[in-house]
């Protein structure tokens, strides 16, 4: 009989959140990314299907070596070119993890048959984020040849974000919303093309001074309300759950850090539709804190 073998986590048992950035091409994935490294002052993960379609701010970039890019506060952009598992194995590969990794996905991916690779050991699912392009969206739709991509990210979507509004009527912009909630029904819509606020949503959950759940900084979400919740410490989980379970249908975005009785820390996540409350790991201990609520004023 052979002896079982154990397996050491990386990162003493640490997981990283993924997000995952779907949408079909020309849909704003790129310019998304970008407004993520602008703004981030912690260390992320990026890994898309081609580094050079990322311009990066030349002042950021500490050094660039094949088929990555490392910046000056961190972060560091990976191409996809090896392939999904060449890419996380690196990421496990280093000593220090990332806060979060953003994965942009391929404009004609299924995001259902990539979410395992953020289960993966060091990792978790932060949530699924899918780019509508208004503009083109009836058009992607109504063809045989798009069609189905398009139904399928939006199937795996937990949060929708709508793009290219600016190229649009409020006809055509109110058109488009109201398709959406008919073929994605219960899936939060961001319907107000901004980069920098998107941007923000994606990394919320990372480990900026104060804990998991720090209050976006003023000015990023006009189209949207940030609120803060107590949470009783300590608070029975199901009680916890609770809250959770009874936060707005609106709701786009929600972080908080609980404690049991027990002293059991537990983590909520919420990314659109995926509402989540996970034990955290010894390795990801923080003290509580309040709950962050962005809701959409649409």
């Given at each position: 009989?052979?002896?079982?073998?154990?397996?050491?986590?990386?990162?003493?048992?640490?997981?990283?959140?993924?997000?995952?950035?779907?949408?079909?091409?020309?849909?704003?994935?790129?310019?998304?990314?970008?407004?993520?490294?602008?703004?981030?002052?912690?260390?992320?993960?990026?890994?898309?299907?081609?580094?050079?379609?990322?311009?990066?701010?030349?002042?950021?970039?500490?050094?660039?070596?094949?088929?990555?890019?490392?910046?000056?506060d961190g972060c560091v952009c990976c191409s996809l070119?090896?392939?999904?598992?060449?890419?996380?194995?690196?990421?496990?590969?280093?000593?220090?993890?990332?806060?979060?990794?953003?994965?942009?996905?391929?404009?004609?991916?299924?995001?259902?048959?990539?979410?395992?690779?953020?289960?993966?050991?060091?990792?978790?699912?932060?949530?699924?984020?899918?780019?509508?392009?208004?503009?083109?969206?009836?058009?992607?739709?109504?063809?045989p040849a798009t069609s189905r991509s398009v139904r399928i990210q939006?199937?795996?979507?937990?949060?929708?974000?709508?793009?290219?509004?600016?190229?649009?009527?409020?006809?055509?912009?109110?058109?488009?919303?109201?398709?959406?909630?008919?073929?994605?029904?219960?899936?939060?819509?961001?319907?107000?093309?901004?980069?920098?606020?998107?941007?923000?949503?994606?990394?919320?959950?990372?480990?900026?001074?104060?804990?998991?759940?720090?209050?976006?900084?003023?000015?990023?979400?006009?189209?949207?309300?940030?609120?803060?919740?107590?949470?009783?410490?300590?608070?029975?989980?199901?009680?916890?759950?609770?809250?959770?379970?009874?936060?707005?249908?609106?709701?786009?975005?929600?972080?908080?850090?609980?404690?049991?009785?027990?002293?059991?820390?537990?983590?909520?996540?919420?990314?659109?539709?995926?509402?989540?409350?996970?034990?955290?790991?010894?390795?990801?201990?923080?003290?509580?804190?309040?709950?962050?609520?962005?809701?959409?004023?649409?």
């Amino acid at each position: 009989m052979e002896e079982a073998v154990d397996v050491v986590a990386p990162w003493d048992g640490r997981r990283v959140p993924v997000t995952l950035l779907g949408g079909y091409l020309g849909a704003g994935k790129t310019t998304v990314i970008n407004a993520v490294l602008a703004r981030t002052d912690r260390p992320i993960a990026v890994l898309v299907n081609d580094v050079g379609a990322v311009n990066v701010d030349a002042s950021l970039i500490r050094r660039r070596h094949g088929d990555t890019i490392e910046l000056t506060d961190g972060c560091v952009c990976c191409s996809l070119s090896a392939g999904l598992a060449a890419a996380f194995d690196a990421l496990r590969a280093r000593t220090d993890p990332p806060d979060h990794v953003i994965l942009e996905l391929s404009g004609v991916a299924d995001p259902a048959r990539v979410a395992p690779w953020a289960g993966s050991d060091g990792f978790r699912l932060d949530g699924v984020v899918v780019l509508v392009d208004a503009e083109q969206f009836d058009e992607r739709l109504d063809d045989p040849a798009t069609s189905r991509s398009v139904r399928i990210q939006l199937d795996a979507a937990d949060l929708l974000v709508m793009t290219k509004t600016d190229l649009v009527d409020e006809t055509t912009r109110r058109h488009t919303i109201d398709r959406l909630d008919a073929l994605a029904p219960g899936v939060p819509l961001l319907p107000v093309d901004d980069a920098v606020a998107t941007a923000a949503f994606l990394d919320l959950g990372t480990r900026r001074p104060g804990g998991v759940a720090v209050t976006p900084q003023p000015g990023l979400f006009d189209a949207h309300v940030v609120d803060t919740r107590p949470v009783p410490a300590p608070i029975l989980r199901a009680e916890f759950e609770e809250l959770i379970d009874s936060l707005p249908a609106t709701t786009l975005r929600a972080k908080g850090i609980a404690v049991t009785p027990d002293g059991t820390r537990l983590l909520a996540q919420v990314v659109g539709r995926r509402r989540l409350v996970t034990e955290l790991p010894e390795a990801e201990h923080q003290d509580p804190t309040d709950l962050v609520v962005i809701t959409s004023r649409a």
